[in-house]
């Protein structure tokens, strides 16, 4: 699956930005979904991971109760609600598929194995 995500922006602390993740291909349904998001000298971490019917979701602490993922499957899109945006979570957010079985939703970055070109997010104090 080929992913292109979109949305990103310049965005003053305290404001709200949708992301949104377009995938092609035949396999989005049977796909877990996930966001990462990576700063400038540091690893990709795991923000947010939504199961393939879109029942379960699992968070990073740093972003729990502030984003919210979400998935249209007859659009083949994830989307990332962030809200109360602060400075650190300043990045570039990626989006990522792994087809898997039932409800199984991995979190780590290993696990993933489509990706997208990510999409910058600034927050300003």
């Known amino acids: 699956v080929q992913l292109v995500e979109s949305g990103g922006g310049l965005v003053q602390a305290g404001g709200s930005l949708r992301l949104s993740c377009v995938a092609s291909g035949r396999t989005f349904s049977t796909s877990a979904l996930a966001w990462f998001r990576q700063s400038p000298g540091e690893e990709r971490v795991f923000v947010a991971a939504?199961?393939?019917?879109?029942?379960?979701?699992y968070y990073a602490d740093s972003v729990k109760g502030r984003f919210t993922i979400s998935r249209e499957n007859d659009k083949k899109t994830v989307y990332l609600q962030m809200n109360s945006l602060r400075p650190e979570d300043t990045a570039v957010y990626f989006c990522?598929?792994?087809?898997?079985?039932?409800?199984?939703?991995?979190?780590?970055?290993?696990?993933?194995?489509?990706w997208g070109q990510g999409t910058q997010v600034t927050v300003s104090s």
């Open positions: 939504i199961s393939r019917g879109g029942g379960t979701t």
């Open positions: 990522a598929a792994k087809r898997v079985i039932l409800t199984h939703t991995p979190i780590t970055r290993e696990d993933y194995d489509s």
